[in-house]
């Protein structure tokens, strides 16, 4: 089974993606796995970075192809998780953060022809999306209290304004299963409150 994690910034993706898979494994026999996208490897901090920081610029069809790159890269590593049941990767910030961020939030490529890119360029489709939706400021508050902050936030992090665009974003791909089934939790509570949220909608989908 393969299941993406998605939100806003600071909405705690990467968190319950930890958090699910620790309670996952002291709970289930499933051969469990978790992958952080974009993967932070010299391409990202060489190209990517330093255009999320606005310290250079790239235009649309760099901004695309930059996070169309990891995704078939890892492709071979997700794709014998896909629809599977003895087994479960759970992903974040994967391809659906790219229909949100490069079309439907910056307009650097169309819906049609991004979906058209992931056949073509054959990126695994997650089973099943799960969109934690927390309230901007509320995620943007804990974005800002999280390590790994030197440099400040990047150019999305920091734009409220951008953010609540993006929970509208997420609220219509959600609904609408754009690419992918999804499903909703409410990411406004603890850590924990919000894990066992998404353990009981997994389960409730008969997933785990």
Excluded at 72 to 86: G, Q
Excluded at 182 to 205: H, M, P, Q, S, Y
């Amino acid at each position: 089974m393969f299941i993406v994690f998605d939100s806003i910034d600071g909405a705690g993706k990467g968190k319950q993606r930890e958090e699910v898979l620790s309670y996952l494994g002291k709970n289930t026999e499933l051969e469990l796995k978790g992958k952080e996208f974009p993967i932070h490897n010299v391409f990202y901090e060489s190209i990517i970075h330093p255009a999320l920081q606005e310290e250079t610029t790239m235009n649309g069809s760099s901004w695309v192809l930059s996070y169309l790159l990891d995704k078939t890269l890892e492709a071979p590593k997700i794709e014998p998780y896909v629809t599977t049941e003895n087994n479960l990767l759970i992903a974040d910030g994967y391809f659906t953060t790219t229909i949100a961020y490069q079309s439907l939030l910056m307009n650097q490529v169309t819906l049609e022809r991004l979906l058209k890119y992931a056949e073509e360029f054959k990126i695994p489709k997650p089973d099943l999306a799960v969109f934690i939706d927390a309230d901007p400021e509320i995620a943007m508050s804990r974005k800002e209290k999280e390590e790994g902050h030197d440099e400040g936030l990047d150019m999305f992090e920091k734009s409220l304004e951008k953010q609540k665009r993006l929970r509208e974003i997420f609220t219509r791909m959600s609904t609408e299963d754009i690419y992918c089934n999804w499903i909703r939790v409410d990411g406004n509570g603890t850590i924990e409150e919000v894990t066992n949220d998404i353990i009981k909608a997994l389960e409730e989908k008969q997933l785990i």
